[in-house]
């Protein structure tokens, strides 16, 4: 499953659905929160962007990659976009897999490949109301070398 969203998800109604939906040995979940300092910079608030269709088709050919590298029996893939405050839930993906290994491994690649091919564009807000897009990182991008074996 696969959503691109304003409001708020559970973790726990999340989890629930993963073993509900499957007879697996692992779940593995990954929930990523706004942060107060990126780049030693405070954040205020954070604003993502999408362009609806294209979103939603990068997201799953990102799952359909993970699928095809290790044995998934369940995938949620949660992005929140719009306004988001400090500490709220930005992203989750909950991986049901047979073996722990192959859980963490396509949750790992799932937020590698995210945070380097999905088209989100960030704008970060600091105290004194200035806004600003945030660039990609090189250490995504290093991240995500590992999985094509570079």
């Known amino acids: 499953m696969i ?3 304003t409001e708020d998800f559970s973790l726990q109604k999340e989890y ?3 073993r509900q939906l499957s007879s697996v ?4 979940t ?3 929160l706004v942060r107060d300092i990126n780049q030693g ?5 954070l604003t993502l962007e999408h362009y609806p269709g294209m979103t939603e088709k990068a997201l799953s050919e990102i799952v359909s990659q993970a699928r095809q590298r290790w044995d998934i029996q369940q995938c949620t893939l949660i992005h929140r976009v719009g306004e988001l ?3 709220d839930q930005i992203v989750f993906v909950g991986i ?4 722990r290994q192959e859980a963490f491994a396509a949750c790992e690649f799932i937020m590698d490949y995210l945070k380097t091919q999905a088209p989100f564009w960030k704008k970060e807000s600091n105290s004194q109301g200035e806004s600003y897009w945030v660039d990609a990182r090189e ?3 290093t991240a995500l070398d590992k999985w094509s074996g570079k």
Do not use: I, N, P
Request: net charge neutral.
């Open 96 to 99: 049901a897999c047979m073996h």
């Open 16 to 18: 629930d659905r993963l």
């Open 139 to 141: 250490s995504d991008t």
């Open 41 to 45: 910079e405070q954040v205020s608030s």
């Open 85 to 87: 405050k400090l500490s």
């Open 3 to 5: 959503r691109v969203q």
């Open 25 to 28: 040995g692992a779940v593995v």
């Open 30 to 32: 990954f929930t990523g």
